[in-house]
């Protein structure tokens, strides 16, 4: 297995100088270490402060979405390469919140997709059921779509790192996870979508796929996700607070 991976998904839930506080705090907490990987991602706004604050140490930045633009008239959105000014290394893409409540399609998904390839960001691309697909059994399928999507018309053999966030949609933020086995199920078909578009392609997934379990983690859960095919965890609530964030680190350290 490799190193775990942490993201924090932030949201738009912080002020410059609350998201000062919540760095330092995990800096005090000194819960980072070499064997873990930690990308914290700020709201646009508070991108500059955090990449200062962050520049010195292992936690790496990321943005919590991007344009699949370069650059001209794209009224509010931020392009790869302004990104790339605050040094950022990684791009939420696809949440469930953008896709249900700012219309995504996976067209958009696959455009922003390539954008950050185009640019040397690494995506972190973020695919879940409803609570209605699950009830009517179409969880893999939703699953199987929204990657092949994803990854549509794009050479898999030149790509450097992608991330899959397995973020079943009906427990974002409610506090109740799914059970182990269920995500271990979906992680093992995420496993075999990309399993097979790389034997078409010629590449080897091992090589630059990482796969997360995202949902309502915690320190108490975080250890039973993190096993065989799940690399790491996308967290959202439990990632504003720097201890809880600190324990769920150290629970797999
Ligand atoms: C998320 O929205 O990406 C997420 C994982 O949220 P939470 O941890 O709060 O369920």
């Known amino acids: 297995m490799r190193k775990p991976l942490f993201i924090a998904n932030w949201k738009m839930n912080l002020t410059v100088d609350q998201n000062k506080a919540l760095v330092d705090n995990i800096f005090q907490l000194s819960c980072i270490n070499k064997n873990v990987d930690v990308v914290v991602c700020p709201s646009y706004t508070n991108i500059p402060m955090v990449s200062n604050l962050v520049k010195n140490s292992s936690i790496v930045l990321g943005a919590q979405d991007v344009s699949w633009e370069e650059k001209g008239s794209m009224t509010g959105e931020v392009s790869p390469r302004m990104l790339q000014d605050f040094s950022v290394n990684y791009v939420i893409v696809g949440h469930s919140e953008r896709r249900g409540k700012m219309g995504e399609t996976d067209e958009m998904v696959n455009k922003k997709v390539k954008a950050c390839l185009n640019n040397n960001l690494i995506p972190v691309i973020c695919v879940?059921?409803?609570?209605?697909?699950?009830?009517?059994?179409?969880?893999?399928?939703?699953?199987?779509?929204?990657?092949?999507?994803?990854?549509?018309?794009?050479?898999?053999?030149?790509?450097?790192?992608?991330?899959?966030?397995?973020?079943?949609?009906?427990?974002?933020?409610?506090?109740?996870?799914?059970?182990?086995?269920?995500?271990?199920?979906?992680?093992?078909?995420?496993?075999?979508?990309?399993?097979?578009?790389?034997?078409?392609?010629?590449?080897?997934?091992?090589?630059?796929?990482?796969?997360?379990?995202?949902?309502?983690?915690?320190?108490?859960?975080?250890?039973?996700f993190v096993k065989e095919n799940i690399d790491g965890v996308l967290v959202g609530g439990a990632s504003l607070e720097a201890q809880e964030f600190c324990n769920i680190i150290k629970a797999l350290s």
């Open 128 to 224: 879940g059921e409803t609570g209605d697909e699950r009830r009517e059994g179409k969880t893999d399928q939703v699953i199987i779509r929204q990657i092949s999507k994803a990854l549509y018309n794009i050479d898999l053999r030149t790509v450097k790192s992608i991330v899959i966030a397995y973020e079943p949609i009906w427990v974002i933020g409610t506090g109740r996870a799914v059970n182990a086995q269920e995500a271990e199920h979906v992680t093992r078909v995420i496993n075999g979508v990309i399993h097979d578009l790389c034997h078409i392609a010629g590449c080897n997934m091992e090589d630059f796929v990482t796969i997360l379990y995202g949902g309502s983690v915690t320190s108490d859960n975080v250890r039973y």
